[in-house]
């Protein structure tokens, strides 16, 4: 007999810390800050209200600007990391945006410490392990972007284990960012970047060939060039897979045209995520789901994919180690 998926240990390498905050606790953090929304921010069934991945951005940003404190950090990371251990998540790490923080005004070591102190109860209660990956925004542009790893270079900690970069790809190269991904790697950072999600083939190469990350976001788009997803094997680069995102965002039509069983078949490294549950209506745990309903996975498949992403993850050995075996 399958074991239900919930009883699958669950990792989870590619969820923004921004895009993670329910119009609830929106609302609620809003309403603490004396912070006035948007009035179209919501639709009348009380999620975000976007219609295209340029709304979505800007959505993502209005929700982001109700944070106003280190404590504001600790509630929305601490419900995150709650959540996601009730579904099986046993790892996460998450993209965090100093950007964000500091247009409303938090620094730096306030927003980090709120995310520190949740990470540290959510372990102690219910077992989960957080990780952070400070994350650069794309249409910031090259300048602030090697700002954000300045920051992370020279505020290290154990719990930032990588750097990322979100936001638009239609906008600047993956190049233009070598600075800021040398940066810090140099510093020991594990480095990943959006790519091949709005954007073809052409900006994964532009990611692999510039920069220096071992796993890609998204990146399904390399299924249009049988040459790349060749490369992405040889090398071993991981691609972050987020089936239900890139259904909302329109990237594929259908679960039918969604590429997971071609990469894995083309023995691609995955992991499977939720980038902003609450954005696209849906969890990891519904990722994994969707993954034996509309992919056809069995759940040893999936624990595979978990073993995997635990490999790519940014973590230290020791933390692998026991991550796996509590996966069986
Ligand atoms: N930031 C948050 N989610 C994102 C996505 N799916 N693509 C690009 N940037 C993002
Ligand atoms: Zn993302």
Request: aromatic share 8%; with cysteine.
């Amino acid at each position: 007999m399958q074991p239900e998926v919930k009883d699958i240990a669950k990792i989870e390498l590619h969820g923004h810390l921004e895009g993670c905050i329910y119009p609830q606790l929106v609302r609620r953090i809003a309403k603490r800050n004396d912070i006035s929304l948007k009035a179209d921010l919501f639709t009348s069934e009380d999620t975000f209200a976007w219609n295209n991945f340029v709304e979505f951005l800007g959505a993502y940003d209005e929700a982001s600007f109700c944070l106003r404190s280190g404590q504001d950090y600790e509630e929305i990371t601490y419900e995150y990391l709650k959540q996601s251990a009730a579904e099986g998540v046993i790892y996460l790490e998450t993209f965090i945006s100093p950007d964000h923080a500091k247009d409303v005004g938090i620094g730096y070591e306030d927003m980090l410490q709120g995310c520190v102190r949740a990470i540290d109860r959510a372990e102690a209660e219910f077992g989960i392990v957080g990780r952070l990956i400070i994350s650069c925004v794309r249409h910031l542009g090259p300048e602030r972007a090697l700002k954000v790893a300045e920051l992370a270079v020279q505020n290290p900690h154990p719990y930032v284990v990588g750097f990322g970069m979100g936001g638009n790809e239609m906008m600047f190269t993956q190049a233009d960012f070598a600075p800021a991904f040398d940066l810090a790697h140099q510093a020991g950072l594990g480095c990943t970047t959006h790519a091949g999600e709005i954007v073809g083939p052409e900006s994964v190469w532009d990611a692999i060939d510039n920069l220096p990350v071992t796993r890609i976001g998204h990146g399904v788009r390399s299924v249009e060039d049988p040459q790349l997803m060749g490369v992405l094997k040889e090398r071993g680069i991981a691609l972050e897979v987020c089936p239900g995102s890139n259904l909302a965002l329109e990237v594929f039509p259908d679960w039918a045209s969604h590429p997971l069983n071609r990469i894995l078949d083309a023995g691609i490294r995955v992991s499977l995520n939720a980038d902003d549950p609450p954005f696209f209506a849906t969890t990891t745990g519904k990722e994994y789901q969707n993954a034996i309903d509309h992919f056809g996975l069995l759940s040893e498949q999936l624990r595979a994919i978990s073993r995997m992403a635990v490999e790519d993850a940014f973590a230290d050995e020791q933390t692998k180690l026991r991550l796996l075996s509590r996966i069986g």
